[in-house]
């Protein structure tokens, strides 16, 4: 455990701790990375492009400065260095990311690179005779190249391809991981089809592309929980979640329209990806059929924009999740109105956001109460929450920001009965922040980038949470 005296300074820990600052027996506290944030090694040992490497490649003016994840980190040869600062935070579990394009550089199984299936099998096994569990995404965002030439997302078979890489992961990571996300905020990712410049790889057919593209990754999703529950399951016997990016919405007035439209914006949001998966009846929410369906005739369309499931696949992807990954950071303000183009998504939504307020803690733990109401049944697993600044190492910003969202989870869960599998903050170290590039820095451990080595070195905020993960408790505050 590392020794400090400047936590001490901003939080005086009482002698006395009451069973509410205790979280949960079994309670999981880590840190989450993603791929193509840390490794670096972009095109090493055989590694295929992804659509990141791609889009700020050939674009480097929708990043920041041009800073793109060819180097990064360098986690890709610092893993161990890696591992070595998630035990000095007691880490219990570490959430990161595989590159598809590290294993299967066409996207497809005829080429299985070894150095990659090598890479993770060492990550997993140092984090294993650590002591500290894999939580594994197999898909944050960064979609090999090849598959995007067929289309990416928006092209149903990519749903195949994602089953078969699945197959791979299950096969030769299965027996040692135990916690896997298939998605990491699909409502993210998808606006690479919607939006320029934003998030890879920049093909807009806003309204069209970003349904197309949800509707692929839902059913992908569906039939990659199957395919775990019918070969694997009972010899690897695992959880398979996917992590949504839940944030809170508050009306921006108190008018009727403004109230209507928070629920409308969470469905669009949110609804359309946890509906299909979480929901009772499944299949998308009403709200969203309705008026796409509608706007679609309205513009003479032959057709809705958003596509239909099958009987088949809506049974298949009910009850699709051993587990509700959440990923939250802050509350925004949202509006009755139709802004965005013709046709967007946001315009189909008749909502949208005025304003945002990082400092809301009580946001998450409204979020963890409406996940339960919602989707009554499902365990939940906070996979992400964190703070950006500008640097720094006394990062009281971050501190203070981690300890009172955990204080609001804490609450949710001893207060409000919400059953709250684990945490694991954004993020071990600061990365490559995608279009922000390296100019935002979120973690708990400063990483120089000027550095031959990237050399790291632990904040404020890593001594904090290195006492929180090792006690399970929570400072009492003064
Ligand atoms: C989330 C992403 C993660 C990181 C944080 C700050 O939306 O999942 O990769 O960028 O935001």
Redesign the pocket.
């Known amino acids: 455990m590392l020794v400090h005296v400047l936590f001490a300074a901003v939080l005086a820990v009482g002698s006395a701790q009451t069973p509410a600052n205790t979280f949960p027996d079994g309670f999981l506290f880590g840190c989450a990375t993603?791929a193509y944030?840390v490794e670096g090694a972009w095109n090493e040992d055989g590694k295929g492009e992804s659509i990141w490497d791609h889009m700020l490649h050939e674009h480097p003016e929708y990043g920041n400065n041009g800073d793109n994840g060819d180097v990064t980190c360098d986690s890709y040869h610092k893993y161990k260095e890696d591992v070595q600062m998630l035990k000095a935070i007691n880490a219990d579990v570490y959430r990161f990311s595989i590159s598809w394009s590290r294993i299967l550089p066409t996207g497809d199984i005829d080429v299985i690179n070894q150095p990659g299936i090598d890479y993770y099998n060492n990550l997993i096994n140092e984090l294993l005779d650590n002591g500290i569990q894999p939580v594994v995404t197999m898909y944050?965002w960064d979609l090999p190249q090849a598959l995007q030439y067929l289309g990416g997302w928006p092209n149903g078979l990519i749903a195949d391809y994602f089953v078969e890489y699945a197959r791979v992961l299950f096969d030769n990571f299965g027996d040692r991981v135990k916690w896997w996300i298939t998605f990491?905020?699909p409502g993210?990712f998808v606006s690479g089809y919607a939006e320029v410049g934003t998030a890879a790889p920049s093909q807009p057919a806003p309204g069209i592309g970003d349904y197309l593209a949800i509707h692929t990754l839902l059913r992908a999703h569906g039939r990659v929980y199957r395919l775990y529950d019918q070969q694997y399951r009972a010899t690897q016997n695992g959880s398979v979640g996917i992590t949504l990016?839940i944030q809170n919405i508050e009306p921006a007035s108190n008018s009727t329209e403004d109230l209507e439209a928070v629920d409308r914006y969470m469905q669009f949001e949110d609804g359309i990806f946890a509906h299909p998966i979480f929901s009772e009846d499944g299949d998308y929410p009403a709200v969203v059929r309705q008026r796409v369906d509608a706007n679609s005739e309205a513009e003479g369309r032959p057709r809705s924009r958003l596509p239909t499931f099958t009987q088949e696949e809506i049974e298949y992807l009910r009850g699709s999740a051993d587990f509700f990954g959440l990923?939250h950071y802050r509350t925004y303000y949202a509006a009755a109105g139709e802004t965005g183009p013709v046709p967007s998504k946001r315009r189909d939504s008749g909502a949208y956001t005025i304003s945002s307020n990082e400092n809301n803690p009580a946001g998450l733990r409204k979020i963890l109460n409406w996940i339960t109401a919602e989707y009554p049944g499902y365990p939940i697993f906070v996979t992400?929450n964190?703070y950006g600044d500008s640097g720094g190492l006394n990062d009281t910003g971050r501190v203070e920001y981690l300890t009172n969202y955990l204080s609001a989870l804490l609450e949710a869960i001893n207060t409000d009965g919400v059953e709250v599998l684990g945490y694991t903050m954004?993020t071990l170290m600061d990365n490559m922040?995608?279009t922000s590039g390296f100019s935002i820095k979120?973690g708990l451990y400063e990483v120089d980038f000027d550095s031959v080595n990237k050399t790291r070195t632990p904040r404020l905020s890593a001594y904090a949470m290195s006492e929180i993960f090792e006690s399970k408790q929570l400072p009492v505050l003064n």
Request: glycine share 8%; aromatic share 14%.
């Open positions: 993603a944030q944050h990491n905020e993210v990016n990923n992400e964190g954004w922040e995608w979120m």
